[in-house]
Nanobody, 125 residues
Framework: QVQLVESGGGLVQAGGSLRLSCAASGRTFGRYAMGWFRQAPGKEREFVSAISWSGTQTSYTDSVKGRFTISRENAKNTVYLQMNSLKPEDTAVYYC??????????????????WGQGTQVTVSS
């Protein structure tokens, strides 16, 4: 079992930056791949980024490539999402998720069992 708690969301102007954090409980955090998803009002939850348990493999959806960076600190049981050059279309609730492998995360929300409660990101124009 893994419990996840996101933080770092907020209101920012377009072009600004935020860093989201996801703190995980449990001593097995280092065995899990981690991912970030987001859900805007009236839309389905969508994949944003993922990182392997070792941190050596990452993946991003095309709309955030070059702007967002995922990283992790296994010693702190934490995964981060650095978001730069934010756009109004990035506005959503951001969720972190855990899975036994990055391939599972890339299969989409329906394949995942462990989720945080979400943190709101609002980008004003």
């Amino acid at each position: 079992q893994v419990q996840l708690v996101e933080s770092g969301g907020g209101l920012v102007q377009a072009g600004g930056s935020l860093r989201l954090s996801c703190a995980a409980s449990g001593r097995t955090f280092g065995r899990y791949a981690m991912g970030w998803f987001r859900q805007a009002p009236g839309k389905e939850r969508e994949f944003v980024s993922a990182i392997s348990w070792s941190g050596t493999q990452t993946s991003y959806t095309d709309s955030v490539k070059g702007r967002f960076t995922i990283s992790r600190e296994n010693a702190k049981n934490t995964v981060y999402l650095q978001m730069n050059s934010l756009k109004p279309e990035d506005t959503a609730v951001y969720y972190c998720a855990a899975a036994t492998g990055i391939a599972t995360i890339l299969r989409g929300p329906g394949a995942l069992d462990y989720w945080g409660q979400g943190t709101q990101v609002t980008v004003s124009s």
